[in-house]
């Protein structure tokens, strides 16, 4: 059974940083793509940023390309997302997931997520 855990979101003004992070279970992580996604309130759950097992190629939405950069820590088992420039439409429940095809949404394995809320 795999655990994904998300955390890091707060509230945060329009163009600060936020740095969350996903701890996940099982030594799948390492063979595994893993993706960022988000999702706003009335609005459906959408693909953020993927980066893939070894770490060295990664892809971004429009929206957050050039403000966000997904990285991941293998020996750790955390995959991680630095938020800079921040806007208000970032305002959204984050959350971290496999991601084997990319900028698919998962339909399975989710966590909590993690509430990030961007002001002004």
């Known amino acids: 059974q795999v655990q994904l855990v998300e955390s890091g979101g707060r509230l945060v003004q329009a163009g600060g940083s936020l740095r969350l992070s996903c701890v996940v279970s099982?030594?799948?992580?390492?063979?595994?793509?893993m993706g960022w996604f988000r999702q706003a309130p009335g609005k459906e759950r959408e693909f953020v940023a993927r980066?893939?097992?070894?770490?060295?190629?990664?892809d971004y939405a429009d929206s957050v390309r050039g403000r966000f950069t997904i990285s991941r820590d293998n020996t750790k088992n955390t995959l991680y997302l630095q938020m800079n420039s921040l806007k208000p439409e970032d305002t959204a429940v984050y959350y971290c997931?496999?991601?084997?095809?990319?900028?698919?949404?998962?339909?399975?394995?989710w966590g909590q997520g993690t509430q990030v809320t961007v002001s002004s």
């Open positions: 980066i893939n097992w070894s770490g060295d190629s990664t």
């Open positions: 099982g030594r799948a992580f390492r063979a595994s793509a």
């Open positions: 997931n496999f991601n084997s095809r990319p900028r698919s949404v998962p339909r399975e394995n």
